[in-house]
């Protein structure tokens, strides 16, 4: 099945604050991670959880919580650049892989 | 410092030509990856190499195979390419293969087969 779950589409208005979930079933955690990807572009990364809580980089911050298996993506102050397909990826050990596994990405559409 | 390149950015194929995409990184990174990414979906691993003179099948592998030349390049090859082998394909490289190494992507090969 699925590992990780995401919504498929975000709409904000510039300036808003958006959230993005992501929700993972894994046997062994070892953190989750986000990647941005712009259209016609390759994924980068902007951050990886391993423990609970909030992690803070400039507008971008990321949430985990281990207990619910559930983490998010807080953009602030939206620009028109954010405008992205955002990606969570887990090590799934359910595949046996030493490799992450990405979800299917949520495309941010954001509006003036 | 390029980081990760790919060659070649854009490839049209007919039905049963092989080929191979070429990737190399130097950032000395132990690991290297190759994703392939449909429209709209997202990066669905091919194979990986944990470390030079290793590799693994990831979720998709099959029409394809691998080789980890040295540290620095990884190819895919295709043998018999398919129409339903068109994808965009992804090379990324880290430092390891650990949840929280990041990980580095190449520009993408673009490949349609006919």
């Known amino acids: 099945g699925q590992s990780l779950e995401q919504p498929s589409e975000v709409t904000a208005v510039e300036g808003a604050i958006v959230q993005i979930n992501c929700t993972y079933q894994t046997s062994g955690f070892y953190g989750l991670s986000w990647y941005q990807q712009h259209d016609g572009g390759a994924p980068t990364f902007l951050s990886y959880?391993?423990?609970?809580g909030l992690e803070e980089t400039g507008r971008f911050s990321s949430f985990l919580s281990r207990s619910d298996s559930y983490g998010y993506l807080l953009l602030q102050e939206l620009q028109m650049k954010d405008s992205a397909s955002y990606f969570c990826a887990v090590r799934d050990s359910t595949t046996g892989r030493r490799a992450l596994t990405f979800g299917s990405g949520t495309r941010l559409q954001v509006q003036p | 410092n390029a980081g990760v390149t790919q060659t070649p950015k854009f490839q049209v194929l007919k039905t049963g030509q092989s080929m191979t995409l070429q990737c190399a990184q130097d950032?000395?990174?132990?690991?290297m990856y190759w994703y392939r990414q449909d429209p709209g979906m997202g990066l669905r691993l091919i194979y990986y190499s944990a470390s030079e003179g290793t590799t693994d099948k990831g979720e998709v592998p099959n029409g394809y195979n691998v080789s980890r030349l040295n540290k620095r390049e990884f190819s895919l090859r295709l043998e018999s390419a398919a129409p339903s082998q068109t994808s965009v394909y992804f090379c990324?490289?880290?430092?390891?293969?650990?949840?929280?190494?990041?990980?580095?992507f190449g520009p993408g090969t673009r490949l349609t087969v006919l």
């Open positions: 990324a490289s880290s430092t390891g293969t650990g949840a929280g190494n990041e990980q580095f």
């Open positions: 950032m000395n990174h132990n690991s």
């Open positions: 959880n391993a423990l609970d």
